[in-house]
T-cell receptor, first 114, second 111 residues
Framework: NAGVMQNPRHLVRRRGQEARLRCSPM?????VYWYRQLPEEGLKFMVY????????ESGMPKERFSAEFPKEGPSILRIQQVVRGDSAAYFC????????????FGEGSRLTVL | EDKVVQSPLSLVVHEGDTVTLNCSYE??????LLWYKQEKKAPTFLFML????IEKKSGRLSSILDKKELFSILNITATQTGDSAVYLC???????????FGTGTRLTIIP
């Protein structure tokens, strides 16, 4: 039973380009969360999605960032017109329908903006 | 706004020592508190605490929650170099699974 799969593991973009990060939740999990971790900081919640629905996006910057979790395929976190401050590790986590708060995390995608 | 504060921010001890990591929280509609261990990659789940005063144990690690004083501690006895990691504490809101994380305690074990 594969865990939460994220790709790419490392992504380098120049300022102004777009970054797309993908997350496939654990088998049987329908809840996906995205977190951002800046160097030497804790994990910051960004967005919580279920299939085809955004449940809570209170942690997402209002501009340039979007997330989706389509009926088929992985969840995608999209960052348009990246800036240096977007450089961070982006972690995806998933949980089952009846999880009591336990999230299973992927290995993360490290974005570097030049 | 929900807040989770961990202390100390970093800790360096010798192998074999016992350490206590602290987590205090202000989370609306508190339901449970979670501890994760993060080495250089994905945070891995350690404990979920929902009831006050009941210790959870896993090998050399144990944790307990005090809901009245709004804090939790994570103890590690007979530390080993493999315990070196960042330990994260997090609290979810009731009704959804959003976790508010503390900044973590960076634990370094010296052989």
């Amino acid at each position: 039973n594969a865990g939460v799969m994220q790709n790419p593991r490392h992504l380098v973009r120049r300022r102004g380009q777009e970054a797309r990060l993908r997350c496939s939740p654990m088998k049987g999990h329908s809840h996906v969360y995205w977190y951002r971790q800046l160097p030497e900081e804790g994990l910051k919640f960004m967005v919580y999605l279920q299939k085809e629905n955004i449940i809570d996006e209170s942690g997402m910057p209002k501009e340039r960032f979007s997330a989706e979790f389509p009926k088929e395929g992985p969840s995608i976190l999209r960052i348009q017109q990246v800036v240096r401050g977007d450089s961070a590790a982006y972690f995806c986590a998933s949980s089952s329908d009846r999880a009591g708060g336990e999230l299973f995390f992927g290995e993360g995608s490290r974005l570097t903006v030049l | 706004e929900d807040k989770v504060v961990q202390s100390p921010l970093s800790l360096v001890v010798h192998e074999g020592d016992t350490v206590t990591l602290n987590c205090s929280y202000e989370v609306t509609n508190f339901r449970s508190l979670l501890w994760y261990k993060q080495e250089k990659k994905a945070p891995t789940f350690l404990f979920m605490l929902t009831s006050s005063g009941i210790e959870k144990k896993s090998g050399r690690l144990s944790s307990i929650l005090d809901k009245k004083e709004l804090f939790s501690i994570l103890n590690i006895t007979a530390t080993q170099t493999g315990d070196s990691a960042v330990y994260l504490c997090a609290g979810p809101n009731f009704g959804n699974e959003k976790l508010t994380f503390g900044t973590g305690t960076r634990l370094t074990i010296i052989p």
